[in-house]
């Protein structure tokens, strides 16, 4: 009998919402059929005229170079950068991290290893794991092409001491996230990304998303939400300068 009556509660509830459905979509039938010429020619010219907008932005962004992940030379660059496109991603990198070999795609890590119950030892082990630097540069990458709406950019954090200690860069990599020439949030090494290197494209796309610097059309758990820290001027001065990326 239970069964039945919660059977016959649920039928009730499907039929509910499929004629909600349907009358939604009736009165959107209806709607197109009061439409006259002179309506479809409206929506038509409106709808070209988005269109037009939209390729003269992808223009104007291409010519800023959004649409590639490309390399800042200077920080007078990245200064230029940052005023010129409203949203901008800018991976702080080092380059030649200290390298197995003479293989440049991995990197020594200093573990702690256990080699008795009762002792710690820390010791210098070679461990390969892929140069964090190169990793980041894969999915800025492909990101860059899918978002065209923002500049993806990396700036070498050695040789802009400057920049670095404005923004308060002290782990690497770091991406720093812009908006209107102000840095709004930051991505710190890759703790937010599961901790680990092997994190995928998408996991990176939804954290830049929450930061509201791309717009993410996809199916995603995570909205996007304001960062809670305070956005930062490019031209914002600031203390020190160190990196634990030694």
């Known amino acids: 009998m239970e069964n039945s009556a919660v059977r016959e509660i649920l039928e009730k509830q499907v039929l509910t919402i499929a004629k909600a459905v349907e009358d939604k979509i009736d009165d959107e039938i209806a709607a197109l059929e009061r439409l006259d010429l002179d309506d479809i020619e409206a929506l038509r010219e409106r709808r070209l005229q988005q269109m037009k907008k939209m390729a003269e932005k992808r223009s104007r962004w291409t010519s800023l170079g959004h649409g590639e992940y490309s390399e800042i030379p200077s920080e007078k660059d990245f200064f230029a950068a940052v005023k010129a496109s409203e949203r901008v ?14 293989d440049p795609g991995y990197y ?15 010791r210098n082990v070679n461990i390969l794991k892929a140069d964090p630097s190169r990793v980041m540069d894969k999915h800025m990458a492909i990101l860059a092409k899918k978002h065209i709406e923002t500049r993806f950019v990396k700036i070498n954090a050695e040789k802009s001491p400057f920049l670095a200690e404005k923004l308060k860069i002290v782990v690497l990599p770091t991406l720093a996230l812009i908006k209107n020439a102000k840095v709004d949030d930051y991505v710190v090494g890759f703790d ?12 990176l796309e939804e954290r830049l998303a929450k930061a509201q610097v791309i717009i993410f059309e996809g199916e995603s758990s995570l909205h996007a939400s304001k960062s809670t820290s305070q956005p930062r001027s490019v031209r914002q001065s600031s203390n020190s300068y160190s990196s634990d990326s030694d």
């Open 108 to 122: 020594k890590e200093s573990l702690w290893i256990t080699f008795s119950p009762l002792s710690l030892i820390r």
């Open 192 to 203: 937010e990304l599961g901790g680990t290197d092997e994190f995928s494209t998408e996991e």
């Open 89 to 102: 991603v800018c991976h702080f990198y080092r380059p030649n991290w200290p390298c197995k070999g003479n």
